[in-house]
């Protein structure tokens, strides 16, 4: 009786630690009535077991191991309920809630643990913290961004500046190297037709006196055609005198000399005795003595400066331009010379008026020379030839108007 009692006894305790387990887990209404289905089944089931065991055929005893059995159940049930209540209770939490198997109280529980954790942790502080933390990367993070692209940015203007840089450096070589050869050669002018001279001290020092010279020559010049241009009317003898006045201006001025070593005329288109076209002495001065006798004939199939001078209309000094002179009779008595063609006048596309400077000594005046053709003295001769025939038709005065 004793042992059937002990074991109906154990089996209700175990039974009832399985069923406390398994009913504070249980989450609504319908796992806890299965439960205790369970729990009444599991008793029944294992007395049942236990009177094949023990073979108890006495009803008392069999009554009072049930008895036992289901006591021991429900009494451990209880105080294991109040125990597990106690052990997990916390605040908001009560005994009826874990009693009734309500699934809350396992929220409530976890809640108030996650909150106290929280609290012990300070976890808002953290959060915010944190939130503090990830802005301050992000700033980072853009500023390290921002300056990447800076950095870039300064990377490639460096290079394009040190680019720039070498070209300057290779530029600057270059133009060192240019200077350099230019302080290993002479100054030069360039003179028509692609004639050249070297620029020397002596050229230097006589530009100013030239330019003086050249002003005053201009002014005396310009008096006479405004002077001329008063005329209604003016004909061969006031034309000549008036190229004969220019000429005049020129050699006093610019040569400063009545020296018989410069001979200043002018040349227009012609015929000689066989009907041959070229160029015969208009007016002539030497010094300023007007010259009376003939000139060179200069045929104008030949080759000669007045039709070279017509085709680059510029001025040309036949010391600069040997292949193109023409030997007159006195080309040993005037050793060099300079010839200008009016290119504006024409009959039939051949130049009828000319312009020039004769001298004997070439070594004296070849520097006055180079400086009239540089700075193309011819233009100021021309402006005042052209203002003349626009009023009055220097083809009309010396050709009578024929066509």
């Known amino acids: 009786m004793k042992a059937s009692i002990f074991c109906h006894i154990c089996l209700g305790s175990v039974l009832s630690l399985f069923f406390v387990l398994y009913y504070i887990n249980g989450n609504g209404k319908w796992k806890i009535y299965l439960e205790f289905l369970l729990g009444i089944g599991g008793n029944i089931g ?14 008392q005893i069999r009554m009072y191991s049930i008895a036992f059995c289901l006591f021991s159940f429900l009494i451990l049930t209880f105080l294991l309920l ?36 929280e609290k012990n942790l300070n976890i808002d502080e953290l959060k915010k913290r944190e939130e503090e ?61 692609k004639s050249k001279v070297i620029i020397t001290k002596d050229y ?38 008036f190229l004969i006045s220019i000429a005049t201006a020129i050699s006093t001025y610019i040569f400063n000399t009545n020296s018989s070593e410069i001979r200043i005329h002018f040349r227009y288109l012609s ?12 007016i002539a001065i ?36 040997i292949e193109y ?20 006048l024409e009959i039939e596309g051949i130049p009828f008026l000319s312009f020039g400077i004769s001298v004997k000594n070439e070594a004296r005046y070849k520097n006055i020379f180079y400086f009239l053709n540089h700075i193309k003295f011819e233009d100021y001769l ?19 108007g024929r066509e």
């Open 382 to 400: 021309q402006e005042k030839i052209e203002s003349i025939n626009s009023h009055f038709s220097i083809e009309q005065i010396l050709y009578g």
């Open 82 to 117: 109040i125990i597990f209540s106690h052990i997990i209770k916390e605040q908001n939490i009560s005994f009826r809630d874990i009693l009734l198997g309500q699934k809350s109280w396992i929220d409530k529980y976890y809640d108030t643990k996650i909150k106290e954790i």
């Open 46 to 59: 294992g007395i049942f077991i236990l009177d094949n065991y023990f073979n108890i055929d006495n009803i």
């Open 204 to 241: 230097v020092e006589l530009i100013p006196s030239y330019f003086r010279d050249i002003n005053n020559c201009i002014l005396e010049m310009n008096f006479y055609e405004v002077e001329y241009l008063k005329k209604d009317k003016i004909n061969l003898n006031n034309f000549n005198a």
């Open 286 to 321: 030497i010094g300023k003595k007007v010259v009376e006798n003939n000139m060179t004939f200069i045929p104008y199939n030949k080759n000669n400066m007045i039709s070279k001078s017509f085709e680059c209309k510029r001025a040309l000094i036949r010391s600069k331009n």
């Open 133 to 193: 933390i990830i802005k301050k990367e992000n700033l980072l993070i853009e500023k390290e961004k921002k300056y990447n692209e800076e950095y870039i940015q300064k990377e490639n203007l460096l290079q394009e500046k040190n680019k720039i840089i070498e070209e300057k450096e290779s530029s600057l070589e270059e133009e060192l190297k240019k200077i350099e050869n230019l302080g290993k050669q002479k100054l030069q002018l360039f003179l028509p037709a």
């Open 271 to 282: 015929e000689n005795e066989n009907h041959i076209k070229g160029y015969k002495k208009l």
């Open 325 to 344: 002179d023409y030997k007159s009779n006195n080309y040993k008595v005037w050793k060099d010379y300079l010839t200008y063609t009016f290119y504006n």
